[in-house]
């Protein structure tokens, strides 16, 4: 097993323990304070380890070499791990605001026990996130930037409680608890959608590269013989990208000579451009119309 595959696992095994903790210290003293807000977190943050699992399994076939049913590699496994997460962060908002809308004003909350978990719930997040964003950023893990992300979005959905909390202290009003509890679920379903969003844009094959390409055309110009590199098309699968292109060469040059410049340049791309797991080039006449 690769180190990107593992130390990926790991990040995965270390948000799932602390989502644990914090879900379960959350839960419960929601119960206690009689809070709807600290409860909708603490379910939130229940979900989240149930998504950690989906993260570490995606990672898990993502890391499998190719074979012959996938010749391109396992890759999308983590796109379509991000995208589970983001439609179970949506629908756990809708959840939430139902529950919410249901017990509003009927609930009498502790403000000071809200406080607690709230910020207890921040400092862990800010420490799971931060972390989660590292080890994704170093190895171009799609599911992992979508867990951090998630997480960052639970440090702004426990600001929430922790503000409710504070209202009821200056007001004694209880049923900003309510209100906290919704402006929670709100926050977590615009999260849901911005995870979501890349990993739709990956399976429709959008472009969202155009750095890549312009360090493609910079190699190939560096080949005097090798002539309008055109037609640059990129499929992302997870971590990488596979390649597609076309390339001219003069009309008097042997097939031998072409094929010979072609692996130089292919081998060039992918030395320098490690995202760039495989490429295929097409050769053409100079001038083909």
């Known amino acids: 097993m690769e180190e ?3 130390k990926s696992l790991k990040a995965v095994k270390v948000g799932i323990a602390g989502n644990i903790m914090l879900a379960i210290f959350k839960v ?3 119960i206690l304070a009689h809070s709807i807000a600290l409860i909708s977190d603490g379910v939130d943050t229940a979900i989240d380890v149930v998504k950690s699992f989906i993260v570490y399994r995606g990672i898990k076939i993502a890391g499998e070499p190719p074979d ?3 010749p391109y590699g396992h890759g999308r496994a983590e796109t379509i791990a991000s995208n589970i997460i983001g439609i ?7 959840l939430i605001i139902i529950q919410s809308i249901a017990t509003f ?12 978990g709230a910020g207890t719930s921040i400092i862990g997040k800010i420490i799971l996130s931060t972390y989660m964003s590292q080890v994704g950023k170093k190895f171009s893990n799609q599911a992992l930037l979508a867990d951090a992300k998630d997480y960052l979005g639970d440090v702004f959905a426990s600001s929430a409680v922790v503000v409710g909390a504070l209202l009821i202290i200056f007001t004694g009003k209880t049923f900003f608890d309510g209100i906290a509890s919704i402006v ?5 379903m615009y999260m849901g959608y911005k995870i979501l969003q890349p990993g739709l844009q990956e399976i429709m094959e959008e472009q969202d590269n155009p750095e890549i390409v312009e360090k493609i055309e910079q190699i190939v110009n560096e080949f005097p013989k090798a002539i309008n590199p055109h037609l640059i098309r990129m499929s992302k699968l997870g971590s990488y990208y596979i ?18 410049i072609v692996n130089m340049i292919e081998k060039e791309i992918k030395s320098k451009i490690s995202e760039v797991q495989d490429i295929t080039i097409h050769v053409e006449p100079f001038g083909n119309k």
């Open 4 to 6: 990107r595959t593992i």
């Open 28 to 30: 419960v003293l929601g």
């Open 68 to 70: 012959s049913s996938h």
């Open 88 to 94: 179970s962060v949506i629908f756990a908002g809708i």
């Open 105 to 116: 004003g009927k609930t009498n909350a502790l403000e000071t026990l809200m406080l607690i």
């Open 184 to 188: 929670v679920a709100l926050i977590i």
């Open 243 to 260: 390649v597609d292109m076309h390339l001219e060469f003069p009309g008097s040059m042997s097939i031998k000579e072409s094929h010979r």
